[in-house]
């Protein structure tokens, strides 16, 4: 009879972290595509989510647990990687029993007075076989026909197959790591041996083994080093072992490596032998374990579609022993059981005597090594004060040297830091130092600017009152002068006056005209220093100077300037006009020709530049002739404006 290998797969329950897999009933796809995943996802023959529990996940393999009693072996193993969930599959909890607890509680509760049920469990640790039944952790061997030299304990009741589990467990090697509190260090076999009699004479054993394989691991994330390092290797090696042999049914191969590790060698009959399988393989269905599930769910593909060939378990009691020399064997080993029983409750007690009186030594002695410790203690007490004592004086030193040093270390960072203050106080005079050094040095240029301008303009206003002071005496001189040439009437004195003020009048007019065409010229020098070069056109010069003389002196004829003493005649008693009592004038006097010039005294602006700032104007006399003269003087130096060179005019 052919029977392939039931897959069923469990999802475990995954807390704040985000599930990379989707699955329904039968289908588990992953969320996350990379190279060489099947984006189709896989399918088995059941898929339990993360909210089913042990009971379902039982009720999945129950109808192959009673094939035991009809002579069939039946194998149910749980697979994954480490904290996937596997142990927990298999043994759970109290309130939540596993697969091996429900399946003996089954077998328990159907045998009959004809079956004989005896139990072992052993583990497999670093490719070495262990009884987890037996104190001494001897090493097994593995043969065809299974585990040598294995304990068998018959059961009748529930209760011992819950202690037999209980004593395997606690015998069983685990350890800490990063991914798991208790990580299983060994895979661990619970065997079931079933011997059933039919009305026939017939014998039927059978085997029910239930596996709880050790997870793969990566080191790195488990975190393990030394020995639990190289358990883990041993683990994978084992698991890759297994991984072959399943790769190997799936694919036919005509060669199955069964003897690379002891794990395949026992599970031998399981594999594509006579056995019905059952796997349950285990993953965690987050991004952390992403790699090690997409392992698993290929395992699991590969061994959905391995046929083992079943056959029935039976011999014939007939041809070997009757049934009724059968049960007398059976009552026999029962009673031999018994007996083995009872003696080793017998060496227990006596066991407990001994251990009572060795206690009792122990106590005794104890107790004189207690009265010995005392008095020990009580000289080493005596010791202690005075090295307690010893120990408060240093401390006082060391705390006082540490206060004299903290002080010492305050004034020592006080001082640096006045040393500091005082450095930034001389960077900072030094700086204010520079640049009053530079301030000066700016204020005496500029004083000795001010100075060389200050005589400049001290000599210029020596030279203005000398020539002030010359006009003066040269007027008085012809006032002299024409007092002495003239006796004049008191009549012809009022008519000279009046012709003399109006000429007077006529020169303010024509000085106030100078004096305005002065200043133009002078704005239009500073406006061409100070602002951008003015067109070099010289007529549009002419005809701004031209525009202002037309509009301060009217066109008249050129005047000639004659001396004093050819305008005026002397007058003698002789001459008939005097007689008279009338006054003689020549024809170019000074009342008709209108010619006489006195010299005018005018100013013009030097201006001295440093860059393009004027500095100090200084006045510069100058004996303007005409008006024509004048302007085309300073359009010329207008013109050039070189830099501290005086405008002249020509005479």
């Known amino acids: 009879m052919l029977d392939k290998i039931k897959v069923l797969l469990r999802v475990r329950p995954f807390e704040n972290e985000e599930a990379v897999f989707k699955w329904t009933d039968q289908r588990i796809s992953p969320m996350v595509y990379?190279?060489?995943?099947?984006?189709?996802?896989?399918?088995?023959?059941?898929?339990?989510?993360?909210?089913?529990?042990?009971?379902?996940?039982?009720?999945?393999?129950?109808?192959?647990?009673?094939s035991v009693f009809e002579g069939i072996n039946t194998t149910v193993l749980a697979y994954g990687h480490t904290s996937a969930g596997k142990t927990h599959t298999?043994?759970?909890?109290?309130?939540k029993p596993g697969l091996i607890l429900q399946s003996l509680d089954m077998i328990i509760s159907s045998m009959t007075g004809n079956d004989v049920i005896t139990v072992s469990y052993f583990e497999i640790y670093m490719e070495k076989v262990f009884d987890l039944l037996s104190k001494e952790k001897n090493e097994l061997d593995v043969t065809e026909d299974g585990v040598n030299g294995l304990i068998s304990c018959k059961v009748s009741s529930l209760e011992e197959c819950h202690s037999i589990l209980s004593t395997g467990q606690d015998n069983r090697r685990r350890a800490r790591t990063n991914l798991n509190e208790h990580s299983s260090r060994s895979h661990t076999i619970f065997q079931v041996d079933v011997t059933s009699a039919t009305e026939k004479n017939k014998l039927r054993r059978a085997q029910l083994r239930l596996?709880?394989?050790?997870?793969?691991?990566?080191?790195?994330?488990a975190g393990t080093t030394g020995e639990s390092q190289r358990e883990g290797g041993n683990i994978n090696k084992s698991l890759l072992a297994l991984t072959n042999v399943i790769h190997r049914l799936a694919s036919k191969s005509s060669y199955i490596p069964f003897?690379?590790?002891?794990?395949?060698?026992?599970?031998?009959?399981?594999?594509?032998?006579?056995?019905?399988?059952?796997?349950?393989?285990?993953?965690?269905?987050?991004?952390?374990?992403?790699?090690?599930?997409?392992?698993?769910?290929?395992?699991?593909?590969?061994?959905?579609?391995?046929?083992?060939?079943?056959?029935?378990?039976?011999?014939?009691?007939?041809?070997?022993?009757?049934?009724?020399?059968?049960?007398?064997?059976?009552?026999?080993?029962?009673?031999?059981?018994?007996?083995?029983?009872?003696?080793?409750?017998?060496?227990?007690?006596?066991?407990?005597?001994?251990?009572?009186?060795?206690?009792?030594?122990?106590?005794?002695?104890?107790?004189?090594?207690s009265s010995l410790l005392i008095e020990l203690d009580y000289i080493n007490q005596k010791k202690l004060h005075a090295a307690i004592e010893a120990c408060q004086e240093a401390k006082l030193v060391k705390s006082k040297a540490e206060r004299d040093r903290a002080r010492y270390q305050e004034n020592a960072k006080s001082f640096e830091k006045k040393l500091q203050v005082k450095d930034e106080c001389i960077t900072e005079l030094n700086k204010n130092k520079a640049m009053l050094n530079e301030l000066v040095a700016r204020q005496e240029e500029e004083l000795k600017k001010v100075t060389a301008d200050n005589e400049a303009l001290q000599e210029e206003m020596e030279k203005e009152n000398q020539i002030r002071?010359?006009?003066?005496?040269?007027?008085?001189?012809?006032?002299?002068?024409?007092?002495n040439a003239f006796s004049l009437t008191p009549s012809e004195m009022r008519t000279k006056l009046t012709v003399h003020g109006k000429q007077l009048d006529t020169f303010k007019k024509r000085m106030n005209g100078l004096r305005k065409l002065h200043d133009v010229m002078c704005d239009d020098m500073f406006s061409s220093i100070?602002?951008?070069?003015?067109?070099?056109?010289?007529?549009?010069?002419?005809?701004?100077?031209?525009?202002?003389?037309?509009?301060?002196?009217?066109?008249?004829?050129?005047?000639?300037?004659?001396?004093?003493?050819?305008?005026?005649?002397?007058?003698?008693?002789?001459?008939?006009?005097?007689?008279?009592?009338?006054?003689?004038?020549?024809?170019?006097?000074?009342?008709?020709?209108?010619?006489?010039?006195?010299?005018?005294?005018?100013?013009?602006?030097?201006?001295?530049?440093?860059?393009?700032?004027?500095?100090a104007i200084n006045r510069v006399?100058?004996?303007?002739?005409?008006?024509?003269?004048?302007?085309?003087?300073?359009?010329?130096?207008?013109?050039?404006?070189?830099?501290?060179?005086?405008?002249?005019?020509?005479?």
Request: glycine content about 4%; overall charge positive; some cysteine.
């Open 34 to 66: 990379r190279q060489g995943v099947n984006k189709d996802g896989f399918l088995f023959q059941k898929v339990l989510g993360p909210e089913s529990s042990n009971t379902a996940c039982f009720s999945e393999i129950v109808d192959t647990i009673p």
């Open 90 to 95: 298999m043994l759970g909890t109290p309130q």
């Open 211 to 221: 596996v709880d394989l050790a997870g793969s691991e990566n080191s790195k994330m």
């Open 259 to 369: 003897r690379d590790s002891k794990l395949t060698r026992i599970l031998q009959n399981s594999l594509g032998g006579n056995s019905v399988t059952r796997i349950v393989c285990c993953v965690a269905p987050t991004k952390q374990f992403f790699d090690e599930a997409m392992t698993t769910l290929h395992f699991a593909d590969r061994a959905r579609v391995i046929q083992n060939a079943v056959t029935i378990n039976e011999v014939d009691g007939s041809k070997t022993v009757p049934w009724e020399a059968l049960q007398e064997v059976i009552r026999m080993y029962q009673n031999e059981l018994d007996v083995a029983e009872s003696r080793e409750q017998a060496a227990i007690q006596h066991q407990q005597k001994e251990m009572e009186l060795v206690i009792g030594h122990l106590n005794a002695e104890h107790d004189a090594e």
């Open 469 to 483: 002071y010359e006009q003066q005496k040269l007027q008085q001189q012809q006032q002299q002068n024409a007092a």
């Open 530 to 615: 100070t602002a951008p070069p003015p067109s070099t056109d010289p007529n549009i010069g002419i005809a701004k100077l031209d525009a202002v003389m037309k509009e301060n002196y009217p066109p008249r004829k050129p005047l000639q300037p004659q001396p004093l003493n050819s305008t005026l005649r002397s007058v003698t008693p002789k001459d008939p006009a005097c007689a008279s009592g009338q006054v003689r004038t020549p024809t170019n006097s000074l009342t008709k020709s209108r010619s006489f010039r006195t010299p005018i005294s005018t100013t013009k602006r030097t201006i001295h530049t440093r860059g393009d700032t004027p500095t």
């Open 621 to 651: 006399p100058a004996n303007l002739h005409t008006p024509s003269s004048l302007k085309k003087s300073l359009f010329s130096a207008t013109k050039k404006r070189k830099k501290s060179t005086p405008l002249q005019t020509t005479q």
